[in-house]
C-alpha cells in the first residue's frame, strides 16, 4: 500500500470519509454514555431478529474506517478483521450479505438501537455502561492501548498519567471511544482532551501540532505509522492500560441473534478460521481466547492506574 506522506492525499481521504459519515446522517453521542438509553426501541422484536435478517437476505454493520479493524474501500466495499469476521459467522447462520453503515464511535448504539443497522463490530470495547445498553457476542476481537508521537530522540510520556503530569501536552482521543475514559481516570483535565474524527485527521493534528500525543489500539497505530513512516514517530504501549475486547454487540431484544453468532464465532475458533482471520490483521487471536463477555462487562471500568 502507498504511503500517504503528502498533504493531498490526506485531504483527500478526510474528504471521502466526512461524505460518507454526512450520508449517513447519524446523530452524534458518545458511545460510554448510553446507559441510560437501554430500554430504547431497536424495530427488532424479540427472538425474532434472526429469522427477520434470513428472510430480508442481508445484515447491515455499522463501522468506523479504522484499520485495520474495519476498511471502507474507494468502491464503497468493506473489509478488515472486524466486517470478514462477520461475514464468515453469518454465513454459518445462512446470510451471506453484510452491507457497511459508515458511523462515528459515539453515533454507533444509538444507531443501532433507532434500527438504522442491526449489528456493531467495529473495535467497540466492551464496558459495563456499554453491556447495559446493548447484547454483546463473546470477545471477538483484542488489543491494547497504545501513544502515538512525534518522534524527538528523548524519552516521551508512556501512560495517560505521564500526560495528565505535564500541562503542556493535548492528547487526541477517538471520538465516543474508550481512551477519553482512560485518560480522565488518569487525571487528564478535560481542556487538554481533544476528540478526534479518525485516524488520518489525528496524525495531520500531529504533525501540525494541534496534539502532542494521540491514543488509541495499538492495531491503529500501527496501521497508520505503517502510511505515515515508522522514523517519523513513536508508538508507545500506554503503561497501566488492560487488554480491551471488542465484540458484536446487537440490540437488547436480539439475543436470539447474538446467540446465533456466539455458536458461529465458537465454530470459526474451533476449526482455526478465527486464528487465520485475525492473523492475516496482525492480530493476536489468543487474547479473546482467555477473556469472556461476563467478565468484561461485570468488571470495573478500567483505570490508567500502574501496573501491580
Not at 503528502?6 to 449517513?24: C, F, K, Y
Request: aromatic share 4%; with cysteine.
Amino acid at each position: 500500500m502507498p504511503r500517504l506522506n503528502r498533504e493531498r492525499p490526506h485531504r483527500a481521504l478526510l474528504a471521502g470519509l466526512a461524505l460518507a459519515t454526512l450520508i449517513v446522517g447519524a446523530p452524534a453521542a458518545r458511545a460510554d454514555d448510553v446507559g441510560s438509553m437501554a430500554g430504547s426501541p431497536s424495530g427488532s422484536q424479540s427472538g425474532r431478529a434472526l429469522t427477520t435478517l434470513r428472510q430480508r437476505g442481508f445484515a447491515r454493520l455499522a463501522m468506523s474506517n479504522e484499520p485495520p479493524w474495519a476498511v471502507i474501500r474507494a468502491d464503497g466495499s468493506i473489509g478488515g478483521a472486524g466486517p470478514d469476521l462477520v461475514r464468515a459467522v453469518f454465513r454459518r447462520m445462512g446470510i451471506d450479505d453484510v452491507r457497511g453503515v459508515v458511523s462515528s464511535y459515539g453515533a454507533m448504539i444509538p444507531g443501532l438501537m433507532a434500527g438504522r443497522s442491526d449489528l456493531i463490530d467495529s473495535g467497540m470495547f466492551m464496558t459495563p455502561g456499554r453491556c447495559m445498553a446493548v447484547a454483546y457476542s463473546q470477545p471477538d476481537l483484542c488489543d491494547r492501548e497504545a501513544l502515538i508521537m512525534q518522534h524527538k530522540g528523548r524519552p516521551g510520556p508512556r501512560s495517560y498519567r505521564d500526560v495528565a503530569a505535564d500541562p503542556n501536552l493535548l492528547i487526541g482521543v477517538p471520538a465516543g471511544g474508550s481512551e477519553e475514559r482512560l485518560a480522565l481516570a488518569a487525571g487528564v483535565p478535560p481542556a487538554r482532551i481533544v476528540p478526534v474524527p479518525d485516524g488520518p485527521s489525528g496524525m495531520i493534528m500531529l504533525e501540525t501540532g494541534r496534539i502532542q500525543i494521540y491514543s488509541l489500539p495499538a492495531m491503529s497505530g500501527r496501521h497508520l505509522l505503517d502510511l505515515w513512516g515508522t522514523r517519523r514517530f513513536d508508538l508507545i504501549p500506554a503503561d497501566g492500560t488492560p487488554v480491551m475486547c471488542a465484540g458484536a454487540a446487537f440490540s437488547r431484544d436480539a439475543t436470539d441473534l447474538r446467540d446465533a453468532y456466539d455458536r458461529g464465532l465458537a465454530a470459526l475458533q474451533a476449526n482455526g478460521d478465527y486464528a487465520r482471520l485475525l492473523t492475516r490483521y496482525g492480530f493476536d487471536p489468543a487474547l479473546s481466547l482467555h477473556r469472556t463477555r461476563a467478565d468484561l462487562c461485570a468488571a470495573p471500568q478500567p483505570t490508567a492506574g500502574p501496573r501491580p
